[in-house]
Every structure is written in C-alpha cells, then in structure tokens.
C-alpha cells in the first residue's frame, strides 16, 4: 500500500483558513488521494477526494500537486467543530480499502 | 447521522467466546467494509463485501469471519475471543465497487474480560 507522510499535530484559531499537508511521493497514476477525519468518540467522516485535479466541496477544498506527490486539504474557515484526527489515504487503483495511517490531529482555538 | 447503523453499541464477554456485531449499510449502497480501531494498532481494514461477495480481505484473523446478506446488511463474527480483540469495530458502506465515499456507522465498542 501506497504511503503518505502527515504532521502529527495541528493548531489553527476559529474561522482562520486551514491547510493540511500530505506528501506520498510514491504514488502511482491511479491511486486516488482521499481524506477522512475522525472527531473524537465517532466514527471517521468522508471529507474529499480526488485524483488529479483540485475539488471542492461545501466541507473543504483539496489541492493536488501538479507532480501529485503531495496535496493539501484546506478548511476555509476553520470552526470548533473541526478539531478532529484527519487522515490522508491513498486508495490504489481497482481497491475501494481505505488504509489509515496515523493522521493529523487539529486544534482549533477558540 | 451517516446513515449506517451497526448494533449493538457497547459489548462486553468474557474471553473464548463468541460475539455477532451487526451493521445495515445506507440504503442503496451495495459495498460494506469492516474496519478495527485499537488503541496499539489504530484503523485496520478487515474486510469487505460487495452485493454479497467477498471482495477484498485485509487484516482479518482466522478466528474472525463475516457475511453479506441478501438484504445488504453485514454481521462480523468474532470467536474464541482474546483479550486482545477489545477494540471498536467500524462498519462502513458505499455505493459500490469504486473510489467512492465511504460512509460510517458509530461503532461497536467490543470490551474482552
């Protein structure tokens, strides 16, 4: 399974804009890069996902290096309710498995 | 709400035993996957069903087996149980065979004694 690097820690304060990073350098053409959060005492959360170009949704936003060794999932206004573990996977072409790694963990200030 | 359920909520027995933990998938997605969430091994993917198949096998014990039924909805089984198999089970469903999003249910919080 493809590999991704993620800080273990993150802090941001209350409606400022939040970028989380994740290098995979070893990635391959049809691994697609997802993003789930987990908050505490829940299951994990579906956030984004993409394979070459940048998406949006109402959650966040995900920015793919043009090289897609690294990408980065922007919160644009971060609020309470974010703080969470967020984990970036790679989900290797024709496999629908979601491999965790050990993820972010994000504070937010109030 | 995710709009899986998984029962029971909390669990608890006694090692050697045998346990059934439950999960309906959202309504219309035809992939379910179990996921084990502990505290030394963090979220390990078990296994996953599509439309009654068997279709992908990850981190799964022997002692451990699971089923898709007709109705969509999965059952984990757990047997012979160890201490070491306390744990939160997740249970995730998603349209089908597929990069899509995978949906979770709140959990099964499994304690062994």
């Known amino acids: 399974d493809a590999k991704t690097t993620q800080p273990n820690s993150m802090e941001s304060n209350e409606e400022e804009p939040v970028h989380l990073p994740c290098n995979h350098s070893t990635i391959s053409g049809t691994d697609y890069i997802h993003w789930y959060r987990q908050l505490p005492s829940q299951g994990p959360e579906y956030v984004i996902h993409?394979?070459?170009s940048n998406v949006n949704n109402r959650m966040a936003s995900l920015a793919i290096a043009e090289d897609r060794k690294s990408s980065t999932l922007i919160l644009h206004r971060a609020t309470l309710r974010d703080a969470a573990v967020y984990y970036c996977?790679?989900?290797?072409?024709?496999?629908?498995?979601?491999?965790f790694g050990k993820g972010t963990k994000l504070t937010v200030n109030p | 709400d995710s709009g899986v359920t998984q029962t029971p909520k909390h669990l608890i027995t006694a090692t050697g035993q045998r346990v059934t933990l439950r999960c309906s998938p959202r309504s219309g997605d035809l992939s379910v996957y179990w996921y084990q969430q502990s505290l030394d091994q963090g979220l390990q993917f078990l296994i996953q069903?599509?439309?009654?198949?068997?279709?992908a096998k990850g981190n799964i014990l022997e002692r451990f087996s699971a089923q898709q039924f007709p109705d969509l909805h999965s059952e984990l089984n757990l047997s012979s149980l160890e201490l070491g198999d306390s744990a939160l089970y997740f249970c995730?469903?998603?349209?089908?065979?597929?990069?899509?999003?995978?949906?979770f249910g709140p959990g099964t919080r499994l304690t062994v004694t």
């Open positions: 996977i790679l989900s290797q072409g024709g496999s629908e498995k979601l491999v």
């Open positions: 993409g394979l070459t």
């Open positions: 995730a469903s998603s349209r089908g065979a597929g990069p899509y999003e995978q949906y």
């Open positions: 069903y599509y439309n009654g198949e068997e279709r």
